[in-house]
């Protein structure tokens, strides 16, 4: 009756397996997680012992959309005494721009050591730079009190600049976990320093927390609204599912679900821009990404302090690579809601959601916002043109929102958009 009755980690079967069914789960548990951690601890050790691993800085840094930017900035780098932030210093390429054609005395804000080490460096080469480039540790949605340590007061600053996304130098580099071209941990914290393990009240701290803590529903809405994925409530079923057997703790785990989930069809049909055949976890690995450093919620901070720091007729250039930034970047620009995307299940909700708002007006911000004052004026939105993608491939998704500050107050009105 119970010759059937095998541990799938374990030589025990048959009634050995039932009599000691506890004990064995524990002891095999133990065992799963400690292979875990030392396969972790190989692949962090090959990283480091391999002669073609890239460090941070590493790779040449090419910046985008570099020209449309400082075409943007012009009518306000030129004045004297010009003050400038970099609110995503990066591998370095628009602050370089920065310090070299104009006069501009810079703050560049980053979260990743690697880069603020970049930019100390960058600080040290000249000595033009000491005086005018001020690298400043943190996030950039707390740019008010990270530069108030530094004295620059709200209204003070001539233009803002923030590039969001990870720059080449965290995708290339190894044992972060942002790339799925390699078998790395499923890391990708923007924040090396960041503890691994997620502080109590918090339900994730890397990508793997999130595969393997997150609910089925959870992981639905991070695929199906970060990453705009077809499939997304299929992968979240099958992660879930497979998550049960073994945890997920690297990127090659990922990329194999996820090949053996999608169907053959929709794999030759994926393209991008360019016309190229893109992976399959592009998608996933984005929205990981931006669960994971809360990048949604850091814009929503830095929109609303950039707009208390800028002067009246500064500007703001932003470049984002993905679909739900810019919505929220053009929603804001032009004075509409900030909500976040609702959580739908199937695409029915999405239509009886629809026809309650066209049915209730009270929905629509329109009516509303009309007596609120705009902040930003000379709005516009601009995409790489075709010279600049065929150079550099990685700007093919950008798209450069700017704007000019008007002297409309921000009042707690705005906040509640």
């Known amino acids: 009756m119970y010759s059937k009755l095998k541990c799938r980690r374990c030589s025990r079967s048959g009634i050995a397996a039932l009599r000691r069914l506890s004990t064995t789960t524990s002891k095999c548990s133990r065992l799963a997680a400690k292979s875990r951690q030392v396969q972790l601890e190989k692949l962090r ?8 691993a890239k460090r941070y800085g590493d790779e040449i840094h090419v910046p985008v959309m570099l020209k449309d930017c400082m075409m943007k900035l012009r009518p306000v780098l030129d004045s004297k005494d010009c003050v ?21 005395r810079v703050y560049a804000i980053d ?16 000595d033009d730079y000491r ?4 690298p400043v540790p943190g996030h950039f949605g707390d740019m008010i009190k990270l530069l108030k340590k530094q004295g620059v007061t709200p209204g003070s600053l001539d233009a803002i600049l923030m590039d969001l996304g990870p720059s080449s130098g965290q995708f290339s580099a190894v044992g972060r976990g942002f790339s799925f071209q390699r078998d790395e941990p499923l890391d990708m914290r923007m924040d090396v320093d960041d503890p691994l393990d997620p502080p109590k009240g918090v339900s994730h701290r890397t990508a793997a927390h999130i595969l393997n803590g997150a609910s089925r529903l959870e992981l639905a809405y991070y695929f199906n609204n970060f990453a705009g994925e077809k499939f997304g409530n299929l992968y979240a079923k099958r992660i879930t599912e497979l998550r049960e057997r073994e ?7 990922v990329v194999e679900a996820l090949t053996a989930i999608t169907p053959d069809a929709v794999k030759l049909r994926l393209r991008d821009k360019l016309g190229r055949p893109i992976n399959l976890a592009t998608r996933v690995f984005a929205a990981l990404r ?10 929503r901070s830095g929109l609303f302090a950039a707009t208390e720091l800028l002067r009246p007729g500064g500007c703001l250039a932003v470049i984002t690579f993905h679909s739900v930034e810019a ?8 004075g509409r809601a900030l909500g976040d995307p609702p959580l739908f299940e199937s695409r029915y909700q999405v239509r009886e959601a ?27 939105r601009t995409n790489p043109d075709e010279s600049e993608v065929d150079e550099n491939p990685r700007a093919r998704s950008a798209t450069l929102f700017s704007g000019r500050r008007t002297d409309a107050p921000l009042t707690p009105q705005h906040r509640k958009l």
């Open 327 to 334: 919505r929220m970047l053009k929603n804001f620009m032009r």
């Open 45 to 52: 050790q090959a990283a480091k012992e391999s002669p073609k």
């Open 111 to 126: 979260r990743d050591p690697a880069a603020i080490a970049l930019a100390e460096k960058l600080r040290d080469s000249c």
């Open 131 to 134: 005086e005018r480039l001020h």
């Open 354 to 380: 629809f026809a309650k708002i066209k049915k209730d007006k009270t929905w629509s911000h329109r009516l509303k916002l009309q007596e609120l004052d705009r902040l930003f004026e000379d709005v516009y």
């Open 84 to 104: 400038v932030l970099d609110c995503t210093f990066g591998g370095g390429g628009h602050t370089s721009a920065l310090l070299d054609q104009t006069n501009a």
């Open 247 to 253: 945890k997920f703790v690297t990127t090659e785990q």
């Open 290 to 299: 931006m669960v994971v450093n809360n990048e949604v919620g850091e814009l």
